[in-house]
């Protein structure tokens, strides 16, 4: 053993010979060995600083450590990525620029991105690292990336299955097989996290069809040899099928009534054993100690499996419980809304006993406010007792300010330009103030509005609304809307409203309004007045400046979990409307709308909704063939509301039809009965209902993210109930206004002729202008089925239907495809 007598550094030029002695166990006046000397290299070389390390003097014990330091890293560059952005590879490697270069470090960067790839499904991808040396001991670093395919899901095996075929396993799985019409699939892609989840996903559906032993032996996913695909091999134990044995609670809560307890479950006796039914089973249990404010019910089942006989008895105990009652309520995270705001909703208060169904309520109506994130909850903590509980409500503020100016297009309304400024949470005090402006080919509107809804931090509800209204009817000739009359209203309104008990409200409003019709006079006037010929009688007689008056009163039942966006719950909407208390206008009008949703199954959504309303004049009718209850007062029935039908499709309407000419070898004048060569002008009705059942489908999370919401629908309903107009059937009439007839020529032949009377005398019959036809007006059913779905698009809310219209009226205007849809900018 020798003794170091000198020891010094060579080579190190940013590295002080210090910081690479610290490294090794070397120190002058130590002893050595080569085994010494051999360590003190390779704890150099692991210390990522030296490129080359070697010491000499080992034979004189004058050591001269001679180094050569690893490059400095100038930059790092990336190639060939384009499906991961630099963005998302560089925080994740640990090389980067003015730190020092190792090969350990570049080896350990090129495991992290081919790891980055095979996150992303693309166990193909290859790096291979490029070292540019520059002056100055500097290096460039680059990383030329081949990403290659996404490897997908080419075919999922599964061996062992008896009872269900491999198709009905694979529908159960989040993973799917790559095919041609999965183009644009997400789960056709190999996911090792996704795997895990498919075993369970295998192993939930079995153990709801009673196959309680069921379980997966294994899973493998080998990657083909062109490492483009995954094949997936299941192999799985199916086991007997079993059935419920006898069910039983088992309380130690004294209140409760173990049998009547267990005959309100959903289990029975000799059913296929279902886990799901024992899960919904403990929430049950759970729900309902809430109810009578034991918040900690603990409820576990017990199971006992007879093999032989195949049946599972289920035995659910509820261990002894402390009622309890509400310490504290923890309101956090609300930055505007003020506390109060919130408070209000709440059903329950500090102090009284806890009870689920009231939290439960309490959740959705803050959820209904729309003020915060979605599916907000109402988290239960321990108190500082065994019988107190704290309510935490942690909201997170969603934005409820809105300002746009949108423009879109509609196959209703053609170009529409819309401007609107709205704060939902005015102050975080739960007002709403509005200003809205819109126009299109339809109508035009300017409506301001405010709404308190908690006056004097009172349950009273105080709004109003002033508006301007500007709107057009229509007609079509030749396919081209022809505007029919202008409807001006202008008017104030108030609303007030109370409630009476938990879910039921009354409301009233007053509006008053002035109602300006008219019609354009180059089209329908004749030496300044309204001529029926060009106009028809029916729309001469609704000329005029109105008044109107009116007082509404509404009686409202809603336990509707959420008011945006409903999946289960009902509500029943009872009005009434009185017109009289002053004005020109006299009438009353009632309405019914009931809808009711429910959710079942893995995230189905049903609702029905049915609503109709009947409106009677307190005035007289002002002449024969007129209705008294004026055109724009009238219900109306149509796209949107209802779909398979134009706008205003559906009722009593009367159609112009037109003549071609006269047959010369018959006389008989030629009737055009197709659309393009008829006008058509609804008149509305008295009467209506309306009736629909919607079916909206579970949606991936994938897809629900992209606002999607597809349904399938049916609906029902007529609009009827209307004076029936005096129709006109005018004569034809020459250049110079003189009356055209049907006369026969000497040759036999009939033509037009001015003449009323032929060469023996008789009299000619008139050539007709036009025919009108009172149609539509009965109140058979109209029914239409159809698809549709609604998108919050990138450019804005999208909603498309297609509906067919299975049985109609004649006179009814059907319509298969409707979109709406605009943008902001």
């Given at each position: 053993?020798?003794?170091?007598?000198?020891?010094?550094?060579?080579?190190?030029?940013?590295?002080?010979?210090?910081?690479?002695?610290?490294?090794?166990?070397?120190?002058?006046?130590?002893?050595?060995?080569?085994?010494?000397?051999?360590?003190?290299?390779?704890?150099?070389?692991?210390?990522?600083?030296?490129?080359?390390?070697?010491?000499?003097?080992?034979?004189?014990?004058?050591?001269?450590?001679?180094?050569?330091?690893?490059?400095?890293?100038?930059?790092?560059?990336?190639?060939?990525?384009?499906?991961?952005?630099?963005?998302?590879?560089?925080?994740?490697?640990?090389?980067?620029?003015?730190?020092?270069?190792?090969?350990?470090?570049?080896?350990?960067?090129?495991?992290?991105?081919?790891?980055?790839?095979?996150?992303?499904?693309?166990?193909?991808?290859?790096?291979?690292?490029?070292?540019?040396?520059?002056?100055?001991?500097?290096?460039?670093?680059?990383?030329?990336?081949?990403?290659?395919?996404?490897?997908?899901?080419?075919?999922?095996?599964?061996?062992?299955?008896?009872?269900?075929?491999?198709?009905?396993?694979?529908?159960?799985?989040?993973?799917?097989?790559?095919?041609?019409?999965?183009?644009?699939?997400?789960?056709?892609?190999?996911?090792?996290?996704?795997?895990?989840?498919?075993?369970?996903?295998?192993?939930?559906?079995?153990?709801?069809?009673?196959?309680?032993?069921?379980?997966?032996?294994?899973?493998?996913?080998?990657?083909?040899?062109?490492?483009?695909?995954?094949?997936?091999?299941?192999?799985?134990?199916?086991?007997?099928?079993?059935?419920?044995?006898?069910?039983?609670?088992?309380?130690?809560?004294?209140?409760?009534?173990?049998?009547?307890?267990?005959?309100?479950?959903?289990?029975?006796?000799?059913?296929?054993?279902?886990?799901?039914?024992?899960?919904?089973?403990?929430?049950?249990?759970?729900?309902?100690?809430?109810?009578?404010?034991?918040?900690?019910?603990?409820?576990?089942?017990?199971?006992?499996?007879?093999?032989?006989?195949?049946?599972?008895?289920?035995?659910?105990?509820?261990?002894?419980?402390?009622?309890?009652?509400?310490?504290?309520?923890?309101?956090?995270?609300?930055?505007?809304?003020?506390?109060?705001?919130?408070?209000?909703?709440?059903?329950?208060?500090?102090?009284?006993?806890?009870?689920?169904?009231?939290?439960?309520?309490?959740?959705?109506?803050?959820?209904?406010?729309?003020?915060?994130?979605?599916?907000?909850?109402?988290?239960?903590?321990?108190?500082?007792?065994?019988?107190?509980?704290?309510?935490?409500?942690?909201?997170?503020?969603?934005?409820?300010?809105?300002?746009?100016?949108?423009?879109?297009?509609?196959?209703?309304?053609?170009?529409?330009?819309?401007?609107?400024?709205?704060?939902?949470?005015?102050?975080?005090?739960?007002?709403?103030?509005?200003?809205?402006?819109?126009?299109?080919?339809?109508?035009?509107?300017?409506?301001?509005?405010?709404?308190?809804?908690?006056?004097?931090?009172?349950?009273?509800?105080?709004?109003?609304?002033?508006?301007?209204?500007?709107?057009?009817?229509?007609?079509?000739?030749?396919?081209?809307?022809?505007?029919?009359?202008?409807?001006?209203?202008?008017?104030?309104?108030?609303?007030?409203?109370?409630?009476?008990?938990?879910?039921?409200?009354?409301?009233?409003?007053?509006?008053?309004?002035?109602?300006?019709?008219?019609?354009?006079?180059?089209?329908?006037?004749?030496?300044?007045?309204?001529?029926?010929?060009?106009?028809?009688?029916?729309?001469?007689?609704?000329?005029?400046?109105?008044?109107?008056?009116?007082?509404?009163?509404?009686?409202?039942?809603?336990?509707?979990?959420s008011r945006l966006r409903p999946t289960r719950g009902q509500q029943l909407s009872l009005s009434g409307d009185f017109a009289g208390l002053g004005g020109d206008v006299r009438y009353l009008r009632g309405r019914v709308d009931f809808d009711k949703y429910w959710s079942f199954g893995r995230g189905w959504v049903l609702s029905v909704g049915a609503e109709g309303g009947y409106i009677k004049s307190l005035q007289d009718s002002p002449g024969e063939g007129i209705d008294p209850v004026r055109i724009i007062d009238r219900f109306y029935l149509g796209e949107p509301q209802f779909r398979g039908f134009q706008i205003r499709g559906v009722g009593p309407r009367v159609q112009r039809l037109f003549f071609s000419g006269i047959d010369p070898q018959t006389g008989v004048q030629e009737l055009l009965t197709g659309r393009r060569d008829r006008t058509d002008d609804p008149l509305g009705g008295r009467a209506y209902y309306l009736g629909k059942i919607e079916l909206e489908p579970p949606l991936g999370a994938s897809v629900a993210e992209l606002g999607l919401r597809p349904?399938?629908?049916?609906?029902?309903?007529?609009?009827?109930?209307?004076?029936?107009?005096?129709?006109?059937?005018?004569?034809?009439?020459?250049?110079?206004?003189?009356?055209?007839?049907?006369?026969?020529?000497?040759?036999?032949?009939?033509?037009?002729?001015?003449?009323?009377?032929?060469?023996?005398?008789?009299?000619?019959?008139?050539?007709?202008?036009?025919?009108?036809?009172?149609?539509?007006?009965?109140?058979?059913?109209?029914?239409?089925?159809?698809?549709?779905?609604?998108?919050?698009?990138?450019?804005?809310?999208?909603?498309?239907?297609?509906?067919?219209?299975?049985?109609?009226?004649?006179?009814?205007?059907?319509?298969?495809?409707?979109?709406?849809?605009?943008?902001?900018?």
């Amino acid at each position: 053993m020798r003794t170091i007598r000198s020891l010094r550094v060579e080579g190190s030029l940013r590295i002080e010979p210090e910081t690479v002695l610290s490294y090794t166990k070397l120190r002058v006046g130590e002893p050595y060995t080569s085994e010494t000397v051999d360590q003190a290299i390779k704890d150099l070389y692991a210390s990522d600083l030296l490129a080359d390390v070697s010491i000499e003097g080992v034979e004189t014990g004058d050591l001269i450590i001679r180094t050569r330091e690893n490059p400095i890293i100038n930059r790092v560059v990336l190639e060939g990525n384009k499906r991961l952005k630099n963005d998302k590879i560089l925080p994740e490697i640990k090389l980067a620029p003015r730190q020092i270069f190792t090969r350990s470090g570049v080896r350990s960067d090129v495991a992290r991105i081919i790891e980055l790839y095979r996150r992303q499904g693309r166990f193909a991808a290859s790096v291979e690292p490029q070292m540019v040396s520059l002056d100055q001991n500097r290096v460039d670093v680059i990383f030329e990336i081949n990403e290659g395919p996404k490897s997908k899901v080419r075919q999922i095996n599964i061996l062992g299955n008896e009872k269900y075929d491999d198709d009905t396993l694979r529908g159960e799985m989040a993973t799917k097989q790559s095919r041609w019409f999965r183009l644009f699939s997400s789960n056709t892609s190999y996911d090792q996290d996704r795997l895990a989840y498919d075993q369970q996903k295998l192993r939930q559906f079995y153990l709801t069809e009673g196959y309680a032993d069921f379980r997966v032996i294994s899973a493998v996913a080998e990657l083909t040899p062109d490492k483009e695909d995954f094949i997936i091999t299941y192999v799985v134990e199916e086991g007997p099928r079993y059935k419920f044995g006898e069910v039983t609670v088992d309380s130690a809560i004294r209140d409760f009534d173990d049998e009547a307890l267990a005959k309100t479950l959903p289990i029975k006796q000799g059913d296929w054993y279902n886990a799901k039914l024992v899960e919904d089973s403990l929430d049950q249990l759970s729900e309902y100690a809430g109810l009578f404010g034991y918040a900690y019910a603990d409820v576990r089942p017990e199971y006992k499996r007879d093999r032989e006989a195949l049946t599972m008895t289920l035995s659910f105990q509820l261990a002894e419980a402390n009622r309890t009652y509400v310490e504290r309520i923890d309101i956090t995270g609300n930055t505007l809304t003020q506390d109060k705001v919130i408070r209000r909703e709440m059903r329950v208060a500090e102090g009284d006993a806890f009870n689920t169904f009231l939290v439960k309520r309490s959740q959705d109506r803050i959820n209904s406010l729309g003020y915060f994130q979605d599916k907000f909850e109402i988290e239960r903590k321990e108190g500082s007792a065994p019988d107190r509980v704290v309510l935490a409500a942690n909201v997170e503020e969603r934005s409820t300010g809105e300002l746009s100016l949108s423009a879109g297009f509609s196959s209703l309304e053609r170009f529409i330009l819309q401007g609107a400024i709205r704060q939902r949470n005015f102050r975080g005090r739960g007002q709403d103030l509005r200003a809205e402006v819109s126009y299109s080919s339809f109508q035009k509107s300017a409506e301001v509005g405010f709404t308190e809804p908690f006056l004097f931090d009172k349950p009273i509800l105080l709004g109003g609304t002033i508006f301007r209204r500007d709107f057009n009817s229509f007609n079509f000739i030749n396919n081209d809307r022809n505007t029919t009359f202008s409807q001006v209203s202008t008017g104030f309104s108030i609303v007030s409203g109370v409630p009476l008990t938990e879910f039921w409200q009354l409301s009233g409003r007053y509006t008053l309004q002035q109602d300006d019709v008219t019609l354009d006079e180059d089209l329908f006037f004749t030496n300044g007045v309204c001529d029926p010929l060009r106009a028809g009688r029916f729309l001469c007689d609704q000329i005029g400046n109105r008044l109107t008056s009116s007082i509404t009163l509404a009686l409202i039942f809603s336990n509707l979990n959420s008011r945006l966006r409903p999946t289960r719950g009902q509500q029943l909407s009872l009005s009434g409307d009185f017109a009289g208390l002053g004005g020109d206008v006299r009438y009353l009008r009632g309405r019914v709308d009931f809808d009711k949703y429910w959710s079942f199954g893995r995230g189905w959504v049903l609702s029905v909704g049915a609503e109709g309303g009947y409106i009677k004049s307190l005035q007289d009718s002002p002449g024969e063939g007129i209705d008294p209850v004026r055109i724009i007062d009238r219900f109306y029935l149509g796209e949107p509301q209802f779909r398979g039908f134009q706008i205003r499709g559906v009722g009593p309407r009367v159609q112009r039809l037109f003549f071609s000419g006269i047959d010369p070898q018959t006389g008989v004048q030629e009737l055009l009965t197709g659309r393009r060569d008829r006008t058509d002008d609804p008149l509305g009705g008295r009467a209506y209902y309306l009736g629909k059942i919607e079916l909206e489908p579970p949606l991936g999370a994938s897809v629900a993210e992209l606002g999607l919401r597809p349904s399938v629908f049916v609906q029902v309903g007529a609009l009827f109930g209307v004076t029936r107009p005096i129709l006109q059937a005018p004569q034809a009439t020459d250049p110079n206004g003189a009356p055209l007839f049907i006369g026969r020529n000497a040759d036999g032949t009939f033509s037009s002729t001015t003449a009323a009377t032929d060469a023996a005398g008789n009299a000619n019959a008139p050539q007709l202008q036009f025919i009108e036809r009172f149609l539509g007006d009965s109140p058979r059913p109209r029914v239409s089925v159809g698809v549709g779905v609604n998108w919050n698009s990138p450019f804005g809310p999208l909603r498309l239907d297609l509906a067919k219209d299975i049985l109609s009226v004649e006179g009814d205007d059907p319509k298969l495809f409707t979109f709406n849809v605009g943008t902001a900018f």
